[in-house]
């Protein structure tokens, strides 16, 4: 049973261009959570989504930044014009349909983006 | 607000000996609290979380978290820390009610176990 995918793993933009983090969740898993990791820090929640839906996005920045759980595909969390503040580890999760408060949250490998 | 604190940026320790990783935390009413694990450039595993019931939880790797209402604590600790346990350690939690899904996490605790 795979776990939580994320894809790619290290990314590279320069000033001004766009980033795209893919997220494949557990097989069976329809929840999908986005946490920012930046260094020195632990990791800051952003979106929480559901399938087309998107639940609380209450830690997304107001701007350059969006994210999307379509019917089919992955989880995409998309960055625009990144600036070198937007370097960060970021972090996939999933849950089961159930969730329930206590579901836990089951993390990929992280994408790595760097901002030059 | 909800909030987790780990006062300690590092924790050094023998192989062999006990280890202790601390959290505290704050949020309104009662959480559900869980660890984490992050070894280097891979993403968090899961290792135990406090749901009701019992104080004491044990989870993967022979970890346990006692979990202390009065104290609002729940701290990591394992009876004999193995070389393989060094890793960053990241306490998390949720309100019960609260926002839904997001977790709130602690700044992480760095685990050095020396041989």
């Known amino acids: 049973n795979a776990g939580v995918m994320q894809n790619p793993r290290h990314l590279v933009r320069r000033r001004g261009q766009e980033a795209r983090l893919r997220c494949s969740p557990m097989?069976?898993?329809?929840?999908v959570y986005w946490y920012r990791q930046l260094p020195e820090e632990g990791l800051k929640f952003m979106v929480y989504?559901?399938?087309?839906?998107?639940?609380?996005e209450s830690g997304m920045p107001k701007e350059r930044f969006s994210a999307e759980f379509p019917k089919e595909g992955p989880s995409i969390l998309r960055i625009q014009q990144v600036v070198r503040g937007d370097s960060a580890a970021y972090f996939c999760?999933?849950?089961?349909?159930?969730?329930?408060?206590?579901?836990?949250?089951?993390f990929g490998p992280g994408t790595r983006l760097t901002v030059l | 607000a909800q909030s987790v604190a780990q006062p300690e940026d590092q924790v050094n320790v023998a192989e062999g000996n006990p280890l202790t990783v601390k959290c505290t935390y704050s949020v309104s009413g009662n959480p559900y609290l869980f660890w984490y694990v992050q070894y280097p450039n891979r993403g968090l595993q899961f290792l135990l979380k406090?749901?009701?019931?019992?104080?004491l939880v044990k989870g993967s790797y022979g970890f346990e978290a006692e979990f202390n209402k009065s104290q609002t604590s729940f701290h990591l600790k394992k009876p004999s820390a193995l070389v393989s346990d060094s890793a960053l350690y990241f306490c998390?939690?949720?309100?019960?009610?609260?926002?839904?899904?997001?977790?709130?996490f602690g700044r992480g605790t760095q685990l050095t176990v020396w041989p």
């Open positions: 097989k069976g898993h329809s929840h």
């Open positions: 406090y749901i009701t019931g019992d104080n």
């Open positions: 999760a999933s849950s089961p349909p159930r969730s329930g408060e206590a579901d836990t949250q089951y």
């Open positions: 998390a939690v949720r309100g019960r009610g609260s926002t839904l899904g997001r977790l709130y």
């Open positions: 989504l559901q399938k087309e839906n998107i639940i609380d």
